[in-house]
Nanobody, 121 residues
């Protein structure tokens, strides 16, 4: 059972960059499909980016394509989300999630506690 811990959030000006990390303190990030979600105040949680277990498939929300990049770091056992050209609408609580390879696509089994990203305009 994975345990996920996010870090890297903070306050940044519009146009700036942040790099979020999700550490698997239990389990290996190489064993799961991984994703980053976010939830803005008053809005539903949405998936921002995902990466398959094999690393061969990545998906991004239309709103972040070309600005965000998801990657695995096997040496650190993390899944990172590099965010460029941040906008005020990127503000939210960012969650890391892991899905067992046997779990249906779209459902995630393990979640972190979240890290806050605030973009000031």
């Amino acid at each position: 059972q994975a345990q996920l811990v996010e870090s890297g959030g903070g306050l940044v000006q519009a146009g700036g960059s942040l790099r979020l990390s999700c550490l698997a303190s239990r389990g290996s990030v190489g064993s799961y499909h991984m994703a980053w979600f976010r939830q803005a105040p008053g809005k539903e949680r949405e998936m921002v980016a995902s990466i398959s277990w094999s690393g061969r498939k990545e998906n991004y929300a239309d709103s972040v394509k070309g600005r965000f990049s998801i990657s695995r770091d096997y040496s650190r056992n993390t899944v990172d989300l590099q965010m460029y050209d941040l906008r005020s609408e990127d503000t939210g609580l960012y969650y890391c999630a892991a899905r067992e390879t046997t779990t249906p696509e779209g459902e995630y089994d393990y979640w972190g506690q979240g890290t806050q990203v605030t973009v000031s305009s």
